[in-house]
């Protein structure tokens, strides 16, 4: 046993720990730590009051609130709609099903500039959406978060897919078989089943909407204090020449993401431990 474990070691395929770890510590920080740290650098530039000024202006505010504040909802419309969206691609079979299966993943090979401009001419005043609606969709925060909705619905269903195809099935006949209707079954045996997937989806759609910036431009009609969202600020900037206040405004994003991020991550673990005790 002892020696077929050492031959197994001996002729691996894959390389050692050591070696993996290396080249896996190599590339993120090549890919993520190395631009990162130029950002945080950079703003380490400026003076505390400097920053302060930098990243609390009106404009920049404004921006933070229509960002986040979009980002947020849309991956909630994402999560309560790529649920639903999920289930009935799993659990029915209907015509063109495997075409509306193509058409979830969409977005991900959309160019996004293609798809601000889509979306712009179908929501605005003449456009096919548009014009049965009666309120201006085009041109003002609403369109920022249509956009965002658009680019963040694969991310929930695709993440949701896989669970609910492994998802034992005995435990619906089992709640079935104990009187449990169809709505408790889904609410006390199933949901709770997918609680870690939809927040993971949730947090993909989120952290995908916040750097949205092709899709979201065109719609968005890019006014300051209304329309303008923060990676289009960021762009600005970098145009005047402002590398150290782009920065700021990018460092404060970073930390705010990475705040939510952890938060939602402590969700999921929280719900898979209560799981394991149910």
């Known amino acids: 046993m002892l020696f077929s474990r050492t031959l197994l070691k001996r002729h691996s395929v894959l390389p050692g720990f050591d ?7 190599l590339y993120i920080s090549l890919i993520v730590l190395v631009p990162l740290s130029a950002a945080f650098l950079k703003t380490a530039s400026l003076s505390w ?19 986040f504040g979009a980002s947020f909802l849309a991956a909630l419309l994402n999560a ?33 500039a293609v798809a601000g401009i889509a979306l712009t001419a179908l929501w605005s005043g003449n456009g096919w959406i548009g014009q049965l609606l009666p309120f201006k969709v085009s041109f003002t925060p609403v369109g920022v ?12 269903v695709r993440t949701l897919q896989p669970v609910l195809e492994d998802l034992n099935r005995e435990l619906e006949e089992a709640a ?15 949901f709770p089943i997918l609680i870690p997937a939809l927040l993971t989806g949730l947090a993909l759609a989120f952290a995908r909407a916040l750097g949205e910036y092709g899709s979201v431009i065109f719609i968005a009609g ?8 923060t990676p289009l600020l960021i762009i600005t900037k970098l145009e005047q020449y402002d590398y150290a206040g782009a920065t700021a405004i990018a460092v404060v994003m970073l930390v705010v993401s990475f705040l939510l991020l952890l938060l939602i991550n402590l969700l999921q673990a ?9």
């Open 19 to 25: 070696l993996a770890l290396g080249f896996t510590l």
């Open 49 to 67: 009051a400097q920053f302060l000024e930098a990243t609390t202006t009106p404009r920049v505010m404004a921006s933070y609130r229509l960002t």
């Open 80 to 112: 309560f709609f790529g649920l639903i969206t999920a289930w009935v691609l799993v659990r029915y079979d209907f015509p063109f099903k495997r075409l509306v299966d193509a058409l979830v993943d969409l977005p991900f090979a959309l160019p996004t």
């Open 145 to 156: 978060f249509v956009a965002l909705v658009f680019i963040g619905l694969p991310f929930v």
């Open 176 to 190: 079935a078989t104990l009187g449990a209707d169809r709505w408790q079954t889904f609410r006390r045996v199933i």
């Open 222 to 229: 890019n006014m300051p204090m209304v329309s303008e969202i």
């Open 270 to 278: 929280w719900s898979r431990k209560r799981q394991g005790r149910l």
